[in-house]
């Protein structure tokens, strides 16, 4: 019997409605590589292990066949939310985009901030966001203010308030828009 919570993380976090589910080919990938990994690997050998666990008879005090179960309802919604994430799945190639200056899903934009700092980040799905290597997904308020803009504008990103400074705007500089299906880490 599953939880009744076994839903709410089937859900597609992060996605505006109504928008698609843009993903690099290397996320797609990753993703379609943890599906048959659960489906072929993992939730086989855990089956075994419940099956092997149920066999010994009292179920209610056997930790085998009770952690076994729940890693298998785990193991059942990661199943689900890949396999929605997959259907959903826009898969965009930045190495095929024809060259241009125009920032779109998949840009590695190199921008100066109002300090004179520079700094790179790579546009990609909310599936392969990661803040630690610049990579910011398409639907975060910074990709957002590039988008359509173009090597040499000034965007201006709204600014949170935080403890130290009050809320406001700062004005970015874009330098350098290239279209790489991979930034260097």
């Known amino acids: 019997m599953a939880d ?3 839903d709410d993380e089937v859900r597609l976090p ?3 409605p109504n928008t698609k589910n843009y993903m690099t080919p290397a996320c797609y990938r990753r993703l379609l590589d943890e599906r048959e990994h659960l489906v072929n690997v993992e939730r086989p050998e855990v089956v075994n292990v419940v099956s092997w666990a149920a066999s010994n008879g009292d179920r209610s005090e056997n930790g ?3 952690y076994g179960k729940r890693r298998l309802r785990e193991i059942d919604r990661r199943i689900r939310f890949l ?3 997959i259907e959903s799945a826009e898969v ?11 920032i779109f899903f998949g840009a590695t934009v190199l921008y100066c901030d109002q300090k004179g700092e520079e700094h790179k980040i790579r546009i990609v799905g909310i599936d392969e966001a990661d803040a630690n290597h610049g990579d910011v997904s398409w639907i975060s308020p910074i990709a957002r ?3 359509k803009a173009r090597e040499g504008d000034e965007v201006k990103l709204p600014t949170p308030a935080t403890v130290t400074h009050p809320a406001g705007v700062e004005t970015l500089e874009i330098l350098e828009v290239t279209y790489t299906s991979r930034q260097p880490r």
Not at 92 to 102: I, W
């Open 14 to 16: 992060g996605l505006p």
């Open 4 to 6: 009744e919570n076994d």
């Open 83 to 85: 396999n929605k994430r």
């Open 64 to 66: 085998d066949y009770l």
């Open 92 to 102: 965009v190639d930045p190495d095929s985009r024809p060259p241009t200056d125009k």
């Open 145 to 147: 203010v590039f988008l």
